[in-house]
């Protein structure tokens, strides 16, 4: 009888987190929201020079500024790509699942984000 109970239990916790893995995937996905834009800049850098970089972090969420189209990439610090983007020039909010430290690297400019 023990044994058909720990069966029956271990078929009841898998149906569970079954249910329960999409919604805690989808609070780990980052997104990407459109703040500001300015018009100036919205051709790419094709000279080899960096965009200007502006990474502020509100409330768990991470605004990044940049004066030029260039492509934004995430990574943990572990090195583990989370998220990239390319971004027009203004103002980006990213919104991370987990918290911890991220690597931000926008053209050749990289910053440490803490969330």
């Known amino acids: 009888m023990p044994i058909l ?3 029956a239990l271990t078929i009841m916790l898998a149906c569970l987190l079954a249910n329960a893995a999409p919604a805690l995937a989808s609070t780990r996905t980052p997104l990407w929201e459109v703040v500001a834009t300015t ?8 000279d ?7 990474v502020r972090t509100v409330g768990g969420q991470v ?46 400019t990289t910053r440490r984000v803490n969330l």
């Open 5 to 7: 109970r720990r069966i």
């Open 39 to 46: 018009d100036s800049g919205t051709a790419a850098a094709t």
């Open 48 to 54: 080899g020079s960096s965009p200007a970089l502006d």
């Open 63 to 108: 605004y990044i500024t940049v004066d030029k189209r260039c492509k934004v990439q995430v990574f943990t610090i572990l090195g583990q790509l989370v998220t990239e983007r390319t971004v027009e020039s203004g103002t980006m909010r990213l919104t991370l699942g987990n918290r911890g430290i991220y690597i931000l690297k926008a053209g050749a």
